[in-house]
């Protein structure tokens, strides 16, 4: 139900954007999360239904951006200045609540995962 796509191989301070495509149904809050070779999985940032709630995790804050097209049923997320820690494969998710929280259990679907790569 969630296709993310945008994924792929940038320079240090490139950017990217990423989106999410949700088929069968609307999400009340959606957003990303991601997971860094042998590290845990990590919360990125999440965007309630209207738009008016964002919520980021500090390493991303000034840099990413979460936004979201409801007639695409679309959510995007546009990262400026990457960084090398950057790298992983994003996660998006969403939420049958009004939540922009920072817990993965807070989520209900989850896409297939799309793969970054930030070179020094």
């Known amino acids: 139900q969630l296709q993310a796509c945008g994924g792929g191989l940038v320079q240090a301070g490139g950017c990217l954007r990423l989106?999410?495509?949700?088929?069968?149904?609307?999400?009340?809050?959606a957003g990303w999360f991601r997971q860094a070779p042998g590290k845990e999985r990590e919360f990125v940032g999440a965007?309630?239904?209207?738009?008016?709630?964002?919520n980021y995790a500090d390493s991303v804050k000034g840099r990413f951006t979460i936004s979201r097209d409801h007639a695409k049923n679309t959510v995007y997320l546009q990262m400026n200045s990457l960084k090398p820690e950057d790298t992983a494969v994003y996660y998006c998710?969403?939420?049958?609540?009004?939540?922009?929280?920072?817990?993965?259990?807070?989520?209900?679907?989850w896409g297939q995962g799309t793969e970054i790569t930030v070179s020094s």
């Open positions: 998710v969403a939420s049958r609540q009004p939540t922009v929280s920072d817990r993965q259990n807070d989520y209900h679907y």
């Open positions: 965007i309630n239904y209207s738009g008016s709630r964002t």
């Open positions: 989106s999410c495509a949700a088929s069968g149904r609307t999400f009340s809050s």
